[in-house]
């Protein structure tokens, strides 16, 4: 269980969202549970419920997830997944209204500093440190 | 009016089937005002629903339609897993076996409202909401022939959407160049509401 805010990637594409994943390990390391996914169900462009369930269980911390997303259908395959979460988790996920990559970076950074899933959320939307 | 068991199944069957038919269709609508994966990805959540049919149907009414909510959230992958999934979990929430044409009335528009929700839509945004809403309008009013009627208001409000011009979803990054194209979520929900106006008259 890590200290830190957990931050989750749901891109359309598995290479998209394993980029910016490497991009927010290069700037924070270790310090930020991480997951991503990328893809629909059957590995083509897409998003997947189960897949950003199970991504949310890898960045699980029990100060938060904070998820940045691309396009539409993974926004509302992200809330959907969190609905579906187990009520004691459901209210520690947000959905970040900011662009993938730089909001992921961003996002990722704010929590390696220890700041509050409310601060990480701020930061990735304002793409400014708070 | 009950619905048993057997009824449920050839409901379930017969949807699953029209959409998969369709899929071609459905991906071709897509293409041209989206991401071109419409059909594949509802072809794959209902071969999902046809798989796990007999398991389905077992269950009552409201615990069915839960679990055919369930696979499509979880196996067509686009914003209509959730969509589309959203819409049958809040019926199978709302519906008994043991159901009238009242209570579908206030189920369904429970479920319209919960799709608006989850989609953070309005009617008149070229959306399957355009076919919903004036489908629940007619189940509403009740009366003779209401399959076949349900089955026009369908496909008159998803010709209708041709002319509009999308808000929501990634048809309105087209913006005036999403008009003339019919929206392939108001096609899906017509083929479907198609199909269970098929069942109820006793044609599927």
Excluded at chain 1, 71 to 83: Q, V
Excluded at chain 1, 89 to 109: D, K, L, Q, S, W
Excluded at chain 2, 47 to 63: H, P, Q, Y
Excluded at chain 2, 162 to 191: K, N, T
């Amino acid at each position: 269980m890590s200290e830190n805010v957990g931050i989750v990637i749901v891109s359309h594409s598995a290479d998209v969202a394993r980029g910016t994943a490497l991009m927010v390990e290069q700037m924070v390391g270790r310090e930020v549970p991480l997951g991503w996914c990328g893809g629909d169900p059957d590995g083509g462009l897409g998003t997947s419920v189960e897949a950003i369930m199970k991504a949310i269980d890898r960045a699980w911390s029990e100060r938060g997830v904070a998820i940045l997303v691309d396009l539409g259908g993974a926004e509302t395959n992200s809330e959907m997944a969190i609905e579906m979460l187990p009520e004691e988790r459901r209210g520690r996920v947000v959905v970040c209204n900011a662009p993938v990559v730089e909001g992921a970076v961003m996002a990722a950074t704010e929590a390696a500093s220890g700041a509050t899933l409310e601060a990480v959320r701020r930061t990735a939307e304002e793409l400014t440190p708070i | 009016m009950m619905i048993d068991s057997q009824a449920r199944k050839l409901l379930f069957e017969t949807v699953a089937q029209r959409v998969i038919a369709s899929a071609d269709e459905l991906t071709d609508l897509d293409r041209a005002i989206g991401d071109g994966d419409h059909g594949t990805n509802m072809r794959r959540g209902f071969e999902a629903v046809l798989t796990t049919v007999d398991e389905l149907s077992a269950k009552n009414l409201g615990e069915s339609l839960r679990g055919l909510g369930t696979t499509l959230v979880m196996k067509v992958g686009g914003a209509s897993g959730p969509l589309y999934g959203t819409l049958f979990m809040s019926l199978g929430k709302s519906l008994g076996d043991e159901v009238s044409r009242e209570r579908v009335a206030d189920a369904f528009a429970a479920a319209v409202e919960a799709v608006k929700a989850r989609g953070k839509s309005d009617v008149g945004q070229k959306t399957m909401l355009d076919v919903l809403a004036p489908v629940l309008e007619v189940l509403r009013e009740g009366g003779d022939g209401l399959p076949l009627r349900l089955k026009a208001a369908a496909r008159d409000a998803a010709e209708k959407t041709i002319q509009m011009r999308a808000i929501r979803g990634r048809a309105s990054f087209l913006g005036e160049r999403s008009i003339g194209h019919m929206d392939p979520g108001a096609r899906s929900s017509a083929l479907i509401i198609d199909a269970i106006a098929d069942v109820m008259e006793g044609f599927a």
